[in-house]
Every structure is written in C-alpha cells, then in structure tokens.
C-alpha cells in the first residue's frame, strides 16, 4: 500500500494525531497560530484543485434543493435543538443551541473531501450558510432568549471572501495554466490536504487546550452530551435530503456537522458566559473525531 494511499485509508488517525499535537505541544502550535488563515487557504486550494465548476453551478440551478437544506440547516434544526434540550443545564443548552445555529465552517469542503461526499454540494451551501447564518443567529436567539446579537455582517462576509472564494479562483487558474502537472499529481492531493489538516488541527487544538484544562472538572459530562449532539447532526444531515445520492448526502451531513464553531466561540465569550464559551470551546474535540463515523461506515461498506 502506498503512502497516499494509507493517509487516504487511515484519515481518523491523523485527525487524532493532529489533536494529540495539539494538546501535547500547545506551545509550539501557538507559534503557528498566526499562520492558520493561510493553512485553511492553503487546504482549500489543493481541495478545489478537485472540484469541477460545472458540478458548482448544477447546484446552483436546484435552488429549492438549496433552500429547502439550508432551512432545515438554519433554522428547523436549531428550533427542533432548542425545544428538545429543554431538561438540560440553561448555559449548556445555550450552547448547544449556539452550534446548532452556527453555519457551516470554511473547513467542511475540505473535510468533505476526506470523507469521500459531494465537496461541490459542500462548498455551496458554506458559502450561502455564511450569507445567511448572521440573520438567522440573530433572529433566532432573539426569539429564544431576548438576546441582541449584532454581528458583523460586512467581516463575516469579507471573511468568507477572503477564506473561500480566493483559494477557489486561484485552483480554477492553476488548472488552467499547468493543467498537465496537476493532472499528473492529482493522485497526491488527498494526501496533502489531510497533512494540511494535521497542521491546522494541531493549531486549534493547541489554542484551546489550556483553557479545556483548566476547566478538566466540567469536561467529561459535556462531551458526552457534545457527541450525542454531533452525532445527531450527522445523521439528521444524512438523512434529510434521503433521496439525493450517497456522496451528495454525506456532503449535507458534513455541511451540518462540520460548523463554523471558531465564529460559535467568538460569540460565547463575546455574549454569554464562560460556561457556554466552555461548550463552544470543547466542541473542536468531536468536530475533529465524529468524521471517523464515516470511515467505518465505509469499511462496512467496503468488506
């Protein structure tokens, strides 16, 4: 077995290494830090060096399907979250139902990717996510808590400008200017973005891991109920458009799954209290484990 071929069979372990580094050495990733909006690009890059237009826009030309994914990923979702944890703690629940809300993250294509789903299907409803999810948080925690959320509209979207639809067109040129030589290594790209995801990883868990220490006593209770969260949300995505084609029902899954969850922090620590920061904080751990769900499934599949 080759080596690409093993990191491509293997992903869960280097998502696994990834947040072992990161809590082993947050020093070292925090030197990092400053350099992980160019990694995310740089994931993006060498995932949509994969991605054929045409399949962008036949998305684009199914708007209902559009709509209806991100009214269930915006709104009904969160609503269905909010009624259902009635009987938790009240700065849990706010929590959960802040990552219920949250859009998906700049991540998910590439995490799509790694998983084997529809990442075109992925990238478009990030991008419309993030258009809407400012409005949508807005309006729906003011009609749960009475709580005035003013995001920063204009940031959020220059954000995904910039994290986004950049690495986006510069794949599409390079395809067209050294078409050839990517064609020739394309056999390599899952293998670099899974590194790249490594290094990225590493760096968030790393930023983070000193605070989930200091806050060890209240870990184990919230992240069992995080995995239960998350694991509903993966198949709830799954299932939610059941008739479309597996690849492209993965890709919904992990679209939902897959949150913006550093925007989630921002907001706790920004709006509640550190207990819910606390929630949004610890949710990176199943972020980065629950995919290996779709590995098993794959070997089940597979054998």
């Not at 990030?126 to 003011?142: D, E, K, R």
């Not at 994290?163 to 670099?192: D, H, M, W």
């Not at 922090?265 to 629950?290: C, D, G, H, K, R």
């Given at each position: ?15 696994i290494l990834g947040m072992v580094l990161g809590f082993v050495f947050p020093d070292q990733a925090l030197v990092l830090d400053r350099y992980v909006i160019v990694f995310v690009m740089m994931l993006l890059y060498v995932v949509f060096l994969k991605i054929d ?251």
């Open positions: 077995m080759s080596i690409e071929q093993y990191i491509d069979d293997y992903f869960w372990v280097f998502l237009m045409d399949s962008v826009i036949g998305h684009i030309r199914k708007p209902l399907l559009l709509i209806y994914l991100l009214v269930c990923n915006l709104l009904v979702i969160p609503a269905f979250v909010y009624f259902f944890t009635a009987s938790l703690d009240p700065e849990i629940r706010i929590g959960i139902v802040l990552l219920a809300c949250l859009p998906s993250g700049t991540a998910a294509p590439a995490l799509t990717e790694i998983v084997r789903g529809k990442t075109s299907l992925t990238l478009v409803l990030t991008i419309l996510s993030s258009i809407l999810a400012p409005l949508t948080i807005t309006a729906l925690f003011y009609a749960f808590y009475r709580t005035a959320i003013p995001l920063d509209y204009g940031r959020l979207f220059l954000g995904l400008v910039a994290f986004t639809l950049v690495p986006l067109l510069l794949a599409q040129g390079s395809k067209r200017l050294f078409e050839g030589g990517i064609a020739r290594c394309k056999r390599y790209l899952n293998a670099v973005s899974m590194l790249i995801m490594v290094v990225i990883i590493m760096v968030v868990i790393g930023r983070e891991a000193n605070y989930i220490r200091s806050h060890i006593g209240s870990i184990i209770h919230i992240l069992v109920i995080l995995y239960l969260v998350f694991f509903a949300f993966q198949v709830i995505g799954y299932f939610q458009a059941f008739w479309l084609k597996r690849e492209e029902r993965i890709a919904v899954s992990v679209s939902k799954m897959a949150m913006n969850n550093v925007l989630g922090i921002v907001i706790a620590l920004s709006y509640f209290t550190p207990q819910v920061a606390l929630v949004l904080v610890l949710s990176e751990i199943p972020w980065n484990t629950m995919p290996i769900l779709y590995s098993l499934l794959r070997g089940r599949r597979s054998g």
